[in-house]
């Protein structure tokens, strides 16, 4: 696979700020995206696949960044059309806050893999995790904190487990439009 992305040059040109503003703006339109399963889920993950594997890992977190900060300003940016710092402090804001880490994580597997098909779906499973960790140690000590003490099974089974398989399944669909998408919008940007 051809792993170059849409925002290759490193001067903010008006194109590179564009394209990070629209990929932070689809991450927050991925968050009001609510599908109805036993358990139901936000595509928000979708979305920063997206970003990450469009932009790359720069300009990917960049975008992620921006997103949690427009959230965390006050715009009703986060699923069900949350905002603000508290609700970044509250029990899920681990996991928004995780998006940050999973694009670092992204950024950090694509500069050593970069060179391999298999690095950018690896890659952004690989941030999904951290996000997974980092979410369920920023629940635990929330939880614990306000509610009493929690079990790390009893986390898992509320916050991860039933969330692994449909962000799996996001994860290659946005693995597969990015494919798609990525040489059709470098080939148009060359014109």
């Known amino acids: 696979?051809?792993?170059r992305n849409i925002s290759n040059n490193t001067a903010f040109t008006a194109r590179r700020m564009c394209y990070i503003a629209l990929m932070s703006v689809l991450i927050a339109v991925c968050a009001w995206i609510s599908v109805p399963f036993t358990v139901?889920?936000?595509m928000q993950t979708f979305g920063v696949f997206c970003a990450l594997g469009f932009?790359?890992?720069?300009?990917?977190?960049?975008?992620?960044?921006?997103?949690?900060?427009?959230?965390a300003v006050g715009l009703p940016v986060f699923s069900g059309g949350g905002s603000g710092v508290g609700w970044l402090m509250g029990l899920?804001?681990?996991y928004i806050s995780g998006f940050f880490f999973c694009a670092l994580t992204y950024w950090g597997l694509m500069s050593i893999?970069?060179?391999h098909r298999w690095a950018m779906p690896v890659a952004l499973f690989a941030g999904l995790l951290i996000c997974y960790?980092?979410?369920?140690?920023?629940?635990s000590a929330v939880y614990t904190k306000t509610k009493g003490e929690i079990t790390i099974a009893?986390?898992?089974?509320?916050?991860?487990?039933?969330?692994?398989?449909?962000?799996c399944v996001k994860l290659a669909g946005a693995t597969a439009i990015v494919k798609k998408l990525s040489?059709?919008?470098?080939r148009k940007g060359a014109e």
């Open 113 to 115: 893999l970069r060179h």
């Open 40 to 42: 139901p889920f936000t």
């Open 55 to 71: 932009l790359g890992g720069r300009d990917g977190t960049i975008a992620v960044l921006l997103y949690i900060l427009m959230g």
């Open 1 to 3: 696979m051809n792993t």
């Open 183 to 186: 040489a059709r919008l470098l």
């Open 154 to 167: 009893a986390i898992l089974g509320k916050c991860v487990l039933p969330y692994v398989l449909p962000d």
């Open 92 to 94: 899920t804001g681990g």
């Open 133 to 139: 960790l980092f979410g369920t140690i920023w629940f």
